[in-house]
T-cell receptor, first 113, second 116 residues
Framework: GESVGLHLPTLSVQEGDNSIINCAYS??????FIWYKQESGKGPQFIID?????DKRQGQRVTVLLNKTVKHLSLQIAATQPGDSAVYFC????????????FGGGTRVLVKP | DSGVTQTPKHLITATGQRVTLRCSPR?????VYWYQQSLDQGLQFLIQ???????AKGNILERFSAQQFPDLHSELNLSSLELGDSALYFC???????????????FGPGTRLTVL
């Protein structure tokens, strides 16, 4: 069945350094991937997305990389700031199955000053 | 602020009771999605509505039901509540029919349900 596997590690990063969060997915038919950020007590906040016909997409300080060969997704955050401390989730969807999102387990990012 | 609103923010109730969670989507969005977030299951899709009609179902219990009204707001009804139903319930909205492309979902702040 569909699943997006993301173990729940905690990534500690020094302020100003770059962060890389990884995600593995199992449904090779998935055609749209999204990264969400969730701060304590809040709902998931959209960060960036990527289509399956792309392998890289950049936003403001964030880059998403997609490797369909190994079914791997990553989120890179440049110059990590204290406000980046949160739990990050990857999600995938497969259009033929509707637009429901399947989420990974999440990664907690802690930014050390 | 995503533009999606949910009420109430917190809800405390007893086992066996019934509650209703409300969601107002972003202005113009026709699709509403409900998700449950618990510590042991993570974020799980429950159900989707588009313009008043049910479009997709996920891991939603038979004790749970939802509807979307003509003004596009949605309600999630949870009945015969059990301790295990304690979780965060999120609503998300997007603007296109499932099957369209890059139907980005924007999430509300959630309702924290505690069943005692």
């Amino acid at each position: 069945g569909e699943s997006v596997g993301l173990h729940l590690p905690t990534l500690s990063v020094q302020e100003g350094d770059n962060s890389i969060i990884n995600c593995a997915y199992s449904n090779s038919a998935s055609d749209y991937f999204i990264w969400y950020k969730q701060e304590s007590g809040k709902g998931p906040q959209f960060i960036i997305d990527i289509r399956s016909n792309m392998d890289k997409r950049q936003g403001q300080r964030v880059t998403v990389l997609l490797n369909k060969t190994v079914k791997h997704l990553s989120l890179q955050i440049a110059a990590t700031q204290p406000g980046d401390s949160a739990v990050y989730f990857c999600a995938e969807t497969y259009r033929a199955a509707g637009n429901k999102l399947t989420f990974g387990g999440g990664t907690r990012v802690l930014v050390k000053p | 602020d995503s533009g999606v609103t949910q009420t109430p923010k917190h809800l405390i109730t007893a086992t066996g009771q019934r509650v209703t969670l409300r969601c107002s989507p972003r202005s113009g969005d026709l699709s509403v999605y409900w998700y449950q977030q618990s510590l042991d299951q993570g974020l799980q899709f429950l159900i989707q509505y588009y313009n008043g009609e049910e479009r997709a179902k996920g891991n939603i219990l038979e004790r749970f039901s939802a509807q979307q009204f003509p003004d596009l707001h949605s309600e999630l009804n949870l009945s015969s509540l059990e301790l295990g139903d304690s979780a965060l319930y999120f609503c998300a909205s997007s603007d296109r029919l499932a099957g369209g492309y890059t139907d980005t979902q924007y999430f509300g702040p959630g309702t924290r349900l505690t069943v005692l």
